[in-house]
């Protein structure tokens, strides 16, 4: 696997790999790691969840629209 | 448990990743989160490109991202140009990495869309059609904008990061 400089903007701190910056605990998001939504939303997106709904919205109606075709 | 979306960033000749992203401010400077004011534009001269993906680093419950649409809202100072190598058709495929210039983008050669496309204009592994079943990102979205001598600086606006989601 490539290894990269990675860092996480919110926290500071730096990871060889993209694993080590998905299973760090950030300081800025009060422990939750980047595969928590809290992390985006105490960090970056506090309205994360809203937008997350939204994309929800489109990907149901996408189903529901590609079952009339078949 | 929906899917956990983060915007990541990429500079200088090492490809170095700015993971979750708080901004995207576009400078005189090749760097993340950047302070537009203390890194202006000289009127005339262009920002630097930013090379930029979208990352899953969760899928939760859901089982599928696609559809990356990318856009503008809000004005451009004077006659300056955003440009992009998003595109809804004729899409040139996943976008490698090059170390980001600020002399005018060879990469970045589509008008930045000022409201929303109608289909995804991003890729996900080289396709518009793509999508992410897993964690991953998505292909590079490359952009400038490109200004003129007559423009002011200090313009604002918001640039939108959409996608769809399938539970």
Known sequence: ?70 | MPATIVINEYNTVGESKEANITNTNMGSDDSPNLDAVANPVVPGENTYEKYQKLEVTALGGSSKIDAIKIWRTGALGGSAVHKTNARESAYGGAESFATPVVTASSKAIETMPSSEPSGANLGIGGSLTGSLTATGESDYLVHQIQTDAGDTAGSTSDLNYQYDETA
């Open chain 1, 1 to 70: 696997m490539k290894q990269l400089n990675i860092r996480c903007s919110p926290c500071g701190e730096r990871f060889n790999t993209n694993e080590e910056y998905l299973n760090h605990k950030c300081s800025k998001a009060d422990g939750f790691t980047p595969k928590d939504q809290e992390y985006v939303i105490k960090t970056t997106t506090a309205n994360f969840a809203k937008i997350s709904q939204s994309a929800l919205g489109r990907g149901a109606k996408k189903k529901i629209e590609a079952s009339k075709i078949k």
